[in-house]
């Protein structure tokens, strides 16, 4: 047996031990199942190449328009045991995730625990107050077609969150890192106050973050996030999501840490705008972004990015699915990479909205890109290439 059959045994059997174990603890209770997984074989019309595809190699995160344009096999599995001692509600949850980068076979890629942490609710001075330690994601909200947390609190750590403090609710977590070859950590605190109702059908929310890095090259870094909720915009069927963000330092603009050796030259800004909407057979989400990043030596990256996807419900079990998404950045100095993406998918599926799953889809996916993008598939096949087309299916479920 090789070492890396060896080490994917082992892991194997310690996450089945964990999940037995919460199982067996969690008998006489309900116990929550839930999950997501991707997967799908594909094609392009280039020769010499197994598949594509397209994502521009530089600028800020979440521009890729995901429907048809994903590689990769991903899943993540979850189980959740809720329970109540002494009048204080307990949860403990235990989540694995699986990642291949190719729509291989190969069973050794990495398999790992991606969430492993403990939270109890009603105590007597703060019955609203969620109070929690251990693996866990903080995620806060993400546009789902560039398939993006903005803000993604994640990490090992401690804290509470729900706390009534005024108009809104208080959370205030600490997360180490030490990932470090001399294992000197780096720090992070997060402060989130959130649910406070700004105006009729919307809502606001600030998130918070520090960060102090303490190996060789570490440095300290501060982010701040603004995010306004709107449904119901202008008495529509449209909801609206606004995030306005700014981060320096060692700190990423979603609310974690960044690059942890990045000096208080390096200031980042983003506004990122989302819009959804369903309204009869029609369903939709819309991106527009932009992003300023200077590096340490104060070299700033401009990015943009517009696109949205579209579907039309033929029929309850039957509908058409269209995306469009073009991206951009470019450097002070250097050349502006470009990258139009489009997608066609007629998709089967347990109901006619746009966010009804399981999806079964057939796609056809068609990029162009400038020069200045250089191989943005990363595969040999397309050096010296800007336009190639892909193709393939997938089924996309959570539950």
């Known amino acids: 047996m090789t070492r890396t059959s060896r080490l994917r045994t082992t892991t194997l059997s ?8 919460l199982m067996a603890a ?10 997501y997984f991707r997967a799908g074989p594909g094609g392009t019309t280039k020769g010499g190449a197994s598949r594509a595809c397209y994502a521009l190699q530089g600028g800020t995160a979440g521009m890729k328009y995901r429907l048809g344009n994903e590689c990769d096999i991903y899943g993540e599995f979850q189980l959740a045991q809720g329970f109540k001692k002494d009048g204080i ?3 403990v949850v235990l989540m694995t995730d699986y990642y291949n980068p190719h729509s291989d076979a190969d069973d050794t890629k990495q398999l790992r625990l991606a969430q492993m942490y403990a939270e109890a609710k009603g105590f007597d001075f703060a019955p609203e107050a969620t109070v929690w330690a251990g693996k866990e994601r903080g995620r806060r909200g993400d546009v789902h077609i560039v398939d993006t947390y903005f803000t993604e609190m994640a990490g090992i750590g401690a804290g509470f969150k729900g706390l009534n403090v005024g108009p809104g609710k208080l959370g205030v977590a600490y997360y180490t890192n030490d990932k470090d070859n001399n294992q000197r950590p780096a720090h992070r605190g997060n402060v989130e106050y959130v649910d406070i109702n700004s105006n009729t059908d919307g809502t606001l929310a600030f998130f918070g973050t520090a960060t102090k890095s303490q190996f060789a ?27 306005v963000q700014y981060a320096q330092g060692s700190t990423g ?4 840490f960044g690059n942890q050796t990045d000096t208080s030259a390096a200031k980042k800004f983003r506004v990122v705008e989302s819009v959804n909407f369903q309204q009869g057979a029609w369903g939709g989400m819309g991106m527009l972004l932009w992003a300023n990043e200077k590096d340490n030596a104060g070299k700033a990256t401009v990015s943009t990015s517009v696109g949205g996807r579209l579907s039309y419900g033929v029929t309850r079990n039957f509908k058409l ?32 909205a746009l966010m009804d799953r399981p999806e079964f889809r057939l796609y056809v996916t068609h ?3 400038n020069k200045a993008a250089g191989n943005i598939t990363g595969v040999d096949g397309y ?10 299916a997938q089924v996309e479920v959570w539950f």
């Open 14 to 21: 310690s996450l089945a031990t964990a999940a037995g174990l």
């Open 26 to 35: 969690g008998s006489a209770h309900a116990l929550d199942y839930t999950g």
């Open 89 to 91: 509600d307990y949860k």
């Open 217 to 243: 090259g570490g440095t300290n870094g501060w982010g701040l996030t603004a995010k306004h909720v709107q449904a119901k915009l202008f008495g529509s069927d449209f909801n609206n999501v606004l995030w």
């Open 253 to 256: 603009l979603n609310s974690n």
């Open 321 to 352: 699915l269209g995306e469009a998404g073009v991206s951009q950045y470019k450097p002070d100095g250097g050349q502006r990479a470009r990258l139009t993406k489009v997608t066609f998918a007629p998709t089967l599926s347990t109901g006619p």
């Open 367 to 369: 990029a162009k890109w």
């Open 383 to 392: 050096a010296g290439e800007t336009s190639g087309t892909s193709f393939g």
